[in-house]
């Protein structure tokens, strides 16, 4: 496995911009595909966006697509999420996730293999 931690959260106006990061530890990182997942008050977790282990492929969810944009450094085993022209509701916590199947899988299951905590992310109008 490979623990997860994430970082960038804040408080933010509508129409501003936040970069979420998120680290993790392991020598095995490249080899995981990654996602990030978002939970508002009194609802389900959601997905956001997913990217293969190369960074070759991104998948978003329709709410963000145009202005959220996933990307990886391998090198420095970090998976990031620009968040641009942010709504206030995009206001969750933002949880990165990590397993090794297809990246594609992130648009439809949960029971992935590694969590990190979660950063608040509040946008107000």
């Known amino acids: 496995q490979v623990p997860l931690v994430e970082s960038g959260g804040g408080l933010v106006q509508a129409g501003g911009s936040l970069r979420l990061s998120c680290a993790a530890s392991?020598?095995?990182?490249?080899?995981?595909?990654m996602g990030w997942f978002r939970q508002a008050p009194g609802k389900e977790r959601e997905f956001v966006a997913a990217i293969s282990w190369s960074g070759a492929y991104t998948y978003y969810a329709d709410s963000v697509k145009g202005r959220f944009t996933i990307s990886r450094d391998n090198a420095k085993n970090t998976v990031y999420l620009q968040m641009n022209s942010l709504k206030p509701e995009d206001t969750a916590v933002y949880y990165c996730a990590a397993d090794r199947v297809p990246a594609l899988k992130f648009t439809n299951i949960r029971n992935l293999e590694v969590w990190g905590q979660g950063t608040l992310v509040t946008v107000s109008s």
């Open positions: 392991g020598r095995t990182f490249s080899t995981y595909a």
